[in-house]
């Protein structure tokens, strides 16, 4: 009997077609969406500027990661909600200087409802950033990411 492995690396590809020097549409896999400045800096606001949906895919990566964990150790999470809040130096989006770390600072807050112990929780506190890509890929840069947890437990 031939075991069949799974690809452990694939490719990811993505495209974006300058719309104007503001607003880029963007396209994945049979998806299509649009990142755009806000009008006070000459876009149209109607999509999240690059550096938002950068800190975005964080709130969301640690979604999806803490949910996997979550099932392979049988841990019921009934609500998760997730702020980023970070620290921005504009200096090089401004063309003002090269600057080698653009997000000094990350404070991931994540906030969920439970019935796990507290044993179980701390399993997803563990593996949240040794599993994440996004978060890996930021601490690898130098950003400090800072995760506070807020745990309810559910009756």
């Not at 799974?6 to 974006?16: E, F, I, N, Q």
């Not at 090089?92 to 044993?119: H, M, N, Y």
Request: aromatic share 6%; proline share 5%.
């Amino acid at each position: 009997m031939t075991t069949i492995k799974p690809k452990t690396v694939v490719r990811y590809k993505a495209s974006g077609e300058a719309e104007s020097h503001a607003r880029t549409l963007l396209k994945v896999r049979d998806l299509v969406d649009v990142s755009d400045e806000p009008e006070e800096r000459g876009g149209t606001n109607e999509g999240f500027a690059p550096t938002e949906f950068f800190l975005s895919s964080l709130a969301a990566c640690s979604n999806v990661i803490s949910h996997k964990i979550a099932k392979k150790n049988d841990i019921d999470l009934q609500s998760m909600d997730i702020s980023v809040d970070a620290g921005f130096n504009r200096l090089g989006v401004t063309l003002q200087e090269e600057i080698d770390l653009p997000f000094p600072d990350i404070k991931l807050r994540i906030e969920v409802t439970t019935d796990a112990s507290d044993e179980k929780m701390e399993i997803i506190k563990r593996d949240l950033p040794r599993y994440c890509p996004i978060a890996k890929m930021i601490e690898a840069a130098g950003t400090k990411i800072e995760t506070e947890w807020a745990i309810n437990r559910s009756t």
